[in-house]
Nanobody, 119 residues
Framework: QVQLVESGGGLVQPGGSLRLSCAAS????????MGWYRQAPGKRRELVAAILSGGSTNYADSVKGRFTISRNNAKNTVYLQMNSLKPEDTAVYYC?????????????WGQGTQVTVSS
């Protein structure tokens, strides 16, 4: 089993910055992909950013140039640095880990952390 615990959410003014952290514990492998998703009220959950085991990254077009994902494999932690935040970034942000266990693809989720961008 894998447990994911997010932290770092909160209220910030437009143009501000926040840094989210996600600490993973349990059966973690360096080959796992870790990422961040978000879900705004009335909208579907969407991928924000992901980082593969080799360090390659993917970003949603809406956050490119503003958000940066990184990971520390020694600490089993993934980070999301969010700069130039906009009101439309307001959502619950979820940490995600995906990998293969016993030949099957699995996914784990954190409990979510609220990010509110408002003046």
């Amino acid at each position: 089993q894998v447990q994911l615990v997010e932290s770092g959410g909160g209220l910030v003014q437009p143009g501000g910055s926040l840094r989210l952290s996600c600490a993973a514990s349990g059966s973690i492998f360096s080959t796992d992909t870790m990422g961040w998703y978000r879900q705004a009220p009335g909208k579907r959950r969407e991928l924000v950013a992901a980082i593969l085991s080799g360090g390659s990254t993917n970003y949603a077009d809406s956050v490119k140039g503003r958000f940066t994902i990184s990971r520390n494999n020694a600490k089993n932690t993934v980070y999301l640095q969010m700069n130039s935040l906009k009101p439309e970034d307001t959502a619950v942000y979820y940490c995600n880990l995906e990998g293969r266990r016993f030949g099957a693809q699995v996914a784990y989720w954190g409990q979510g952390t609220q990010v509110t961008v408002s003046s």
